[in-house]
Nanobody
Framework: HVQLVESGGGLVQPGGSLSLSCAASGYTYNRSCMAWFRQAPGKEREGVARIATGSGDTYYADSVKGRFTISQDNAKNTVYLQMSTLKPEDTAMHYC???????????????WGQGTQVTVS
């Protein structure tokens, strides 16, 4: 069983930066991929960034490419999302997810954090 705890959300002005963290605990064999998703009110949950924990390969949604960076610290079992040049449309609840394969589909992920709110205003 994997537990994920996010932190780092908050209120920021447009153009600002925020860094999110996701600390994972439990078995690591079933978290081959770690990802950040977000969900704004009235919208579907969408993938933002993901990282294959073995190779370190990263993937980004077009909407955040060049502005967000996902990284991992395997020693700390923690994944980070560095967000810069934030826009009002980035406002959403941001979720960390762990799964056995990398995908933009939410069904690929077995474990989810409780979410952390990011508000850009």
């Amino acid at each position: 069983h994997v537990q994920l705890v996010e932190s780092g959300g908050g209120l920021v002005q447009p153009g600002g930066s925020l860094s999110l963290s996701c600390a994972a605990s439990g078995y690591t064999y079933n978290r081959s991929c770690m990802a950040w998703f977000r969900q704004a009110p009235g919208k579907e949950r969408e993938g933002v960034a993901r990282i294959a924990t073995g190779s370190g390969d990263t993937y980004y949604a077009d909407s955040v490419k060049g502005r967000f960076t996902i990284s991992q610290d395997n020693a700390k079992n923690t994944v980070y999302l560095q967000m810069s040049t934030l826009k009002p449309e980035d406002t959403a609840m941001h979720y960390c997810a762990a799964g056995r394969r990398c995908s933009w589909s939410t069904t690929a992920y077995d474990y989810w954090g409780q979410g952390t709110q990011v508000t850009v205003s």
